[in-house]
């Protein structure tokens, strides 16, 4: 290959690698490889602390953050929760963020023991909603919508089944889960806050 030839192709593969830079800098966004959708969250309704009804058609576009989690749980949920606060902070004046605590002992976390849970911990029930429901529809979110627990455990009888689980489901404004965290492990927090600031900057389909 004469040197005319290469002088040409490195020029090419130059010019090439400057325009993708450049288009790295003048688009948001361009470039990245976004977050994968592992799957889509399936209708639900449960009620909050406050008693009212709460959708998927109320979270339709906004960003949240799955836990479940129940009340009188002496070990990871509270460590759990101690760990989500940071995020509340942050994002608390942010409209198109929220956190969705699920409880995985209805019979005993009724709406006025979530009511009084929430209030320890002072957040604000726009922003951080804690959801009670009936148990088989409560697992089966956990298990089919956010992955937090594997499905086969749906073949037992629902009164033998209980989930303990440490994860977070990270879920976009379209309600497809997006990343699933380790709620214990401070490093994967702190990933996922900027992979909230990352689907809080996409569209809603």
């Not at 009804?53 to 479940?68: L, M, P, S, W």
């Not at 979530?114 to 089966?140: C, E, I, N, Q």
């Amino acid at each position: 290959m004469s040197k005319k030839i290469w002088f040409y192709s490195l020029f090419f593969l130059t010019l090439i690698i400057v325009f993708y830079f450049l288009l790295t800098k003048i688009i948001p966004g361009y470039g990245k490889v976004g977050l994968p959708r592992l799957s889509q969250v399936q209708p639900f309704s449960f009620l909050d602390q406050k008693g009212e009804r709460i959708t998927n058609h109320d979270v339709q576009g906004k960003v949240y953050v799955a836990e479940f989690f129940f009340t009188t749980c002496p070990g990871i949920c509270p460590k759990m929760n101690t760990n989500l606060r940071p995020v509340y902070e942050r994002y608390k004046n942010e409209p198109n963020f929220m956190i969705l605590s699920h409880t995985v002992n209805p019979s005993t976390d009724s709406v006025s023991r979530m009511r009084h849970y929430a209030d320890s911990l002072g957040v604000d029930a726009g922003h951080w909603v804690f959801l009670t429901g009936p148990k088989d529809s409560l697992y089966l979110a956990a298990r089919l919508s956010y992955l937090l627990d594997d499905p086969k455990n749906n073949l037992s009888p629902i009164d033998e089944q209980f989930i303990h689980t440490q994860f977070f489901a990270l879920v976009d404004k379209n309600g497809n889960v997006r990343s699933i965290i380790d709620g214990l492990k401070k490093d994967e927090l702190a990933e996922m806050q900027k992979e909230i600031d990352d689907l809080l900057k996409e569209s809603v389909n």
